[in-house]
């Protein structure tokens, strides 16, 4: 049995005023924790003489509890590694006893007068399918990029650059608004590569771009609040906005991006609408110019908020780089929203947001509530990062390696599923969409996949209306070339089986 070391133990209450003798309520104490699971089978328990002196009691009634639970299996020792927790419980133990007055466990409880009252928001935020396409690290995973091209040495040099001898300013608090040499470093970025307007000042690290979305909801929207959103749209957007308490307008999608003239006439009095214009999320497709100014000019108009979303603006096949919309603006309406998560690593949990000057303060303040600040050590070592010119050479790789995987993706499914899967959206992104025929539930369909191992994200998840076709979303970031054959040839078999 493998042994865990030693852990600090949840109180122990003795009471020395008792009936019970403290040897008794020592054993009743341990019993209960191990069968509860608060004590963990091969966990080391304190010796006898540190357990007394942590409990100010003699070390005899410590010891007789020991000798009681060694004797009922609860304990044993280990040469060289003092008592532990045993690795296995008697079948007649297996629920612990209960105490004086107690009639019921909680679950029992909760069975008999049901669940407790939670908020409205909470409410709506779990009325969510079970998805299980997203336990699924790898073929078509949505959002995750190719680990396995990532330079992890150079990372690993420069983490350890920071990390070996720490200044006390990278240990202690940090600035609610980030590092700055990364967002002065950020600033020079989002200049050159997205033509947006800020200087460092306006720029505020977050721990990803779901954070950056959450801030922006709780500093713009009021409960009751209107917000448009796209339709399909992205459901982790609509989960911070309703988070807020913001009643959602969904505004329809086509070759141009958002419907905006169909936005204005639904939500006049919208107090911000949320767009992906450089890549829409999840159809692909990019909002033309004539409506972006259509959106500038209704923001203008109503004293209304333009939260835009560039999360993977970096990777563009088929044309060059589209500019911002924040980069248009002119009356300092618009918050841009970017993560890091897509072009290095979910787990580095860093992202961003532009701020317009006025709205610092609130912005600085939410931070403060929610999480006071991002991890110090990383945005140090990320700052060098795109300083020494790696993030620049880095992204330029992964626009080949996404553009190649895209190709032999769209290979794939037309070579195996023929018009069973009609790709749309531009070559752009990590991802694409592709529609099901007419009728196709696309939650069985990636149910389905997802027993046969493979992520395919419904597209009928981005949608808050009933819509007229069902898709899949399918990753190509993660996903390399014998993963895409051999994912699409699964998937196939899953549609076909369904079909049966």
């Not at 341990?30 to 007394?52: H, N």
């Not at 214009?277 to 259509?294: D, E, F, K, V, W």
Request: proline share 6%; aromatic share 8%.
């Amino acid at each position: 049995m493998k042994r865990v070391p030693a852990t600090f133990l949840p109180p122990i209450t003795i009471d020395s005023r008792a009936k019970i003798p403290i040897h008794r309520q020592l054993y009743e104490w341990f019993r209960r924790a191990i069968v509860i699971g608060q004590m963990r089978p091969g966990q080391r328990v304190l010796s006898t003489r540190s357990l007394a002196a942590e409990l100010k009691i003699s070390r005899i009634p410590v010891l007789n509890a020991y000798e009681q639970l060694l004797a009922e299996g609860y304990f044993e020792t280990f040469v060289g590694a003092g008592t532990c927790v045993a690795g296995s419980i008697p079948d007649d133990m297996a629920r612990p006893t209960l105490g004086k007055g107690q009639k019921t466990f909680p679950e029992e409880i909760i069975r008999k007068v049901g669940l407790r009252r939670i908020s409205r928001r909470a409410v709506a935020l779990t009325h969510l399918p079970t998805q299980s396409w997203l336990n699924i690290v790898g073929a078509f995973r949505v959002s995750l990029p190719a680990l396995d091209h990532f330079p992890l040495g150079v990372w690993s040099k420069l983490v350890a650059r920071h990390s070996r001898k720490p200044a006390q300013g990278i240990m202690g608090y940090g600035d609610a608004m980030g590092y700055l040499p990364l967002r002065e470093a950020i600033g020079e970025y989002l200049g050159a590569a997205r033509a947006v307007r800020c200087d460092p000042s306006q720029i505020m690290v977050t721990t990803g771009s779901q954070q950056g979305l959450q801030l922006t909801a709780q500093v713009l929207v009021d409960p009751e609040d209107r917000v448009g959103i796209e339709e399909p749209g992205y459901p982790s957007a609509r989960q911070a906005f309703l988070a807020a308490g913001a009643q959602l307008i969904p505004v329809p999608v086509d070759q141009e991006g958002m419907n905006v003239s169909e936005f204005i006439r639904h939500g006049p009095e919208a107090r911000a609408v949320y767009i992906t214009p450089s890549h829409q999320y999840p159809l692909g497709m990019t909002m033309s110019a004539t409506r972006r100014m259509l959106l500038l000019n209704w923001a203008v108009r109503n004293g209304a908020w333009i939260i835009e979303d560039d999360y993977d603006s970096e990777y563009r096949f088929g044309s060059r780089p589209i500019a911002s919309l924040q980069g248009l603006d002119t009356d300092a309406r618009v918050i841009y929203v970017g993560t890091f998560s897509k072009v290095m690593f979910p787990a580095l949990r860093l992202g961003y947001v532009v701020v317009p000057r006025d709205l610092l303060p609130a912005f600085c303040a939410a931070r403060d509530a929610a999480d006071v600040f991002s991890s110090t050590l990383y945005q140090l070592v990320m700052t060098d990062f795109i300083r020494e010119g790696h993030f620049a050479r880095h992204i330029r790789r992964m626009r080949m390696l996404y553009m190649e995987r895209r190709r032999a993706l769209v290979k794939a499914i037309r070579a195996q599923m023929g018009d069973s899967l009609e790709v749309i959206g531009a070559e752009a992104g990590m991802h694409l969409a592709a529609l099901l025929p007419s009728g196709a539930d696309d939650v069985a369909v990636s149910k389905a996949a997802a027993r046969r191992g493979i992520s395919a994200t419904p597209l009928s998840t981005c949608y808050l209306r009933p819509q007229a076709r069902t898709g899949l979303i399918l990753g190509y970031g993660g996903t390399n070339a014998h993963q895409i054959h051999d994912g699409i040839r699964k998937l196939n078999l899953s549609l076909q089986g369904l079909r049966v």
